[in-house]
């Protein structure tokens, strides 16, 4: 019996770097509100350039919820959203009592089509919240240039996008927001997190109480230890130090990790290309630079109906795969059954959902394995059909 390999679709990559400093900060008895959170912001902040504030926090959710709640949208407003994307891009939305408008998504990039964003604006509209797509930049000149037209906050969802450029400027710095996360699969982890990242000093001034419980003054900024004041309503988002400082080593790779998954992505891209009836997602311009989160294959014509048989044909074959995501936002049934779901408007989204496998190409992935991967993606292919 020959050996199945073990490609899984994502490994965080830790070691003894993140072991000694947990190890370090659990030794020094503070584990919150302590300067490990400090020296990542002030890393994370280098790393995307642009004088940008950076504020960690316990997830990309807590810090597209923040964005929203400190911008004051709630009831009423209408924030205009990708229908292709995870649940948490419009739940931080619905949760400050805000409407979600779905836009369908483009089949080159997986992006919102900005040409349908103009027509989803109403007189409620207050906001767009893009996605860099598996950290593939949206058009940010499009954006910006409705954005502005109609006085438009843009939150620009980042949880796929370190390290992704548009025009050499680091996603996120667009926007009025850029909200990151350090999930265990993506780019960099904090076993779970996320950073805030803004250009407003105002902005972060008040994020910063607002992450935690809407306190006014940090505990360093405390004369008398524990006396403080609630000047507005807030949320513990916080990020803890053992987290932060698994951040600060894990950023300390950040270039070598986007390396590889260019490596792997580009040698992916290539071997699989030539096969009929396949379609990769990737960026459709050379001033958009892609972080290379995952390759996400969409099987058209004949093969579509087969995409779940290819998932286990792959599975079996020891590869790992994922899908990103397995519903548009508005077919799930929270928002099905609060919105209702119109098919024809969401088509492409649908296609993502229903037609494409995503591949990994995260650094455990050597360039044998990407041989494998393409190999075992032809076999099952012509298996299939
Ligand atoms: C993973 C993901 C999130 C959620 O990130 P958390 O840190 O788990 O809250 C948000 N948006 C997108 C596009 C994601 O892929």
Same mark, same amino acid.
């Given at each position: 019996?020959?050996?199945?390999?073990?490609?899984?679709?994502?490994?965080?990559?830790?070691?003894?770097?993140?072991?000694?400093?947990?190890?370090?900060?659990?030794?020094?008895?503070?584990?919150?509100?302590?300067?490990?959170?400090?020296?990542?912001?002030?890393?994370?902040?280098?790393?995307?350039?642009?004088?940008?504030?950076?504020?960690?926090?316990?997830?990309?959710?807590?810090?597209?919820?923040?964005?929203?709640?400190?911008?004051?949208?709630?009831?009423?407003?209408?924030?205009?959203?990708?229908?292709?994307?995870?649940?948490?891009?419009?739940?931080?939305?619905?949760?400050?009592?805000?409407? +979600?408008?779905?836009? @369908?998504?483009?089949?080159?990039?997986? *992006?919102?089509?900005?040409?349908? %964003?103009? &027509? /989803? =604006?109403?007189?409620?509209?207050?906001?767009?919240?893009?996605?860099?797509?598996?950290?593939?930049?949206?058009?940010?000149?499009?954006?910006?240039?409705?954005?502005?037209?109609?006085?438009?906050?843009?939150?620009?969802?980042?949880?796929?996008?370190?390290?992704?450029?548009?025009?050499?400027?680091?996603?996120?710095?667009?926007?009025?927001?850029?909200?990151?996360?350090?999930?265990?699969?993506?780019?960099?982890?904090?076993?779970?997190?996320?950073?805030?990242?803004?250009?407003?000093?105002?902005?972060?001034?008040?994020?910063?109480?607002?992450?935690?419980?809407?306190?006014?003054?940090?505990?360093?900024?405390?004369?008398? +230890?524990?006396?403080? @004041?609630?000047?507005?309503?807030?949320? *513990?988002?916080?990020?803890?130090? %053992?987290? &932060? /400082? =698994?951040?600060?080593?894990?950023?300390?790779?950040?270039?070598?990790?986007?390396?590889?998954?260019?490596?792997?992505?580009?040698?992916?891209?290539?071997?699989?290309?030539?096969?009929?009836?396949?379609?990769?997602?990737?960026?459709?311009?050379?001033?958009?630079?892609?972080?290379?989160?995952?390759?996400?294959?969409?099987?058209?014509?004949?093969?579509?109906?087969?995409?779940?048989?290819?998932?286990?044909?792959?599975?079996?074959?020891?590869?790992?795969?994922?899908?990103?995501?397995?519903?548009?936002?508005?077919?799930?049934?929270?928002?099905?059954?609060?919105?209702?779901?119109?098919?024809?408007?969401?088509?492409?989204?649908?296609?993502?959902? @229903?037609?494409?496998?995503?591949?990994?190409?995260?650094?455990?992935?050597?360039?044998?394995?990407?041989?494998?991967?393409?190999?075992?993606?032809?076999?099952?292919?012509?298996?299939?059909?």
């Amino acid at each position: 019996m020959t050996d199945i390999p073990n490609i899984p679709f994502g490994r965080p990559w830790v070691t003894d770097g993140e072991r000694t400093a947990v190890q370090q900060v659990l030794e020094g008895h503070i584990l919150t509100h302590g300067v490990k959170c400090e020296e990542f912001e002030d890393a994370f902040a280098r790393f995307v350039g642009g004088d940008a504030y950076c504020l960690t926090v316990s997830s990309c959710m807590s810090a597209l919820y923040l964005a929203y709640f400190q911008m004051g949208i709630g009831f009423g407003d209408e924030v205009i959203v990708p229908a292709q994307t995870h649940t948490a891009t419009v739940h931080a939305v619905e949760l400050v009592g805000a409407k +979600p408008v779905f836009v @369908d998504c483009n089949l080159q990039t997986g *992006n919102m089509d900005c040409e349908r %964003i103009e &027509a /989803a =604006i109403t007189p409620d509209t207050k906001a767009i919240g893009l996605v860099h797509f598996l950290g593939i930049p949206c058009d940010m000149d499009h954006v910006l240039r409705v954005a502005d037209q109609y006085q438009l906050k843009v939150i620009e969802d980042c949880a796929l996008a370190v390290g992704a450029c548009y025009e050499g400027k680091h996603v996120g710095l667009f926007g009025d927001v850029g909200c990151f996360s350090f999930y265990p699969v993506k780019h960099i982890t904090t076993g779970e997190g996320g950073m805030f990242v803004t250009r407003h000093a105002g902005v972060a001034e008040q994020v910063s109480r607002l992450r935690a419980f809407g306190v006014d003054r940090s505990h360093s900024e405390r004369t008398v +230890p524990g006396k403080y @004041d609630v000047t507005v309503l807030g949320i *513990n988002s916080r990020m803890s130090e %053992i987290q &932060a /400082a =698994i951040g600060c080593q894990q950023l300390t790779k950040i270039n070598q990790i986007l390396g590889l998954r260019a490596d792997n992505f580009s040698q992916l891209k290539a071997s699989l290309s030539g096969i009929r009836g396949i379609s990769i997602l990737d960026a459709d311009h050379p001033n958009k630079l892609n972080s290379h989160y995952c390759l996400s294959v969409i099987l058209h014509g004949d093969l579509k109906k087969y995409r779940d048989s290819v998932i286990r044909g792959l599975n079996e074959a020891g590869v790992g795969t994922s899908i990103y995501y397995p519903h548009p936002v508005p077919r799930l049934t929270y928002y099905k059954n609060k919105y209702g779901y119109q098919k024809e408007l969401w088509d492409n989204a649908a296609t993502i959902s @229903d037609c494409s496998i995503a591949l990994p190409v995260a650094p455990h992935v050597t360039l044998s394995d990407i041989q494998y991967i393409s190999d075992s993606f032809r076999k099952v292919i012509k298996e299939v059909l």
